[in-house]
Nanobody
Framework: QVQLVESGGGLAKPGGSLRLSCAASGFTFSNYPMSWARQAPGKGLEWVSGIYSNGSNTYYTDSVKGRFTISRDNAKNTLQLQLNNLKPEDTAVYYC??????????????WGQGALVTVSS
């Protein structure tokens, strides 16, 4: 059974930093690309960042480029997201997700409860 457990959320001031972690189990973590997605209050799920299965390639939505960094440790089955220079619009519940493809359509498998990030002065 797939399990993804996020941690590291909290309150940060604008310009501050947080580091999110995701502990994965129930599947061969190293075989799958992974993503972070977020859901702001009252809004839909937004893809934020992705990383290839071996960590060799990373991708970011434009709004977080230069501020967020995704990484993974396949030996520990963990995924991280470093959030720097935070902005109030980054406030959201952040989800760790396993990437999948269905009929050439990419999708995210979200299994955890998410970690709440609140950015406010």
């Amino acid at each position: 059974q797939v399990q993804l457990v996020e941690s590291g959320g909290g309150l940060a001031k604008p310009g501050g930093s947080l580091r999110l972690s995701c502990a994965a189990s129930g599947f061969t973590f190293s075989n799958y690309p992974m993503s972070w997605a977020r859901q702001a209050p009252g809004k839909g799920l937004e893809w934020v960042s992705g990383i290839y299965s071996n960590g060799s390639n990373t991708y970011y939505t434009d709004s977080v480029k230069g501020r967020f960094t995704i990484s993974r440790d396949n030996a520990k089955n963990t995924l991280q997201l470093q959030l720097n220079n935070l902005k109030p619009e980054d406030t959201a519940v952040y989800y760790c997700a396993k990437d999948g493809v269905w009929n050439d359509f990419p999708y995210l498998e979200v299994w955890g409860q998410g970690a709440l990030v609140t950015v406010s002065s």
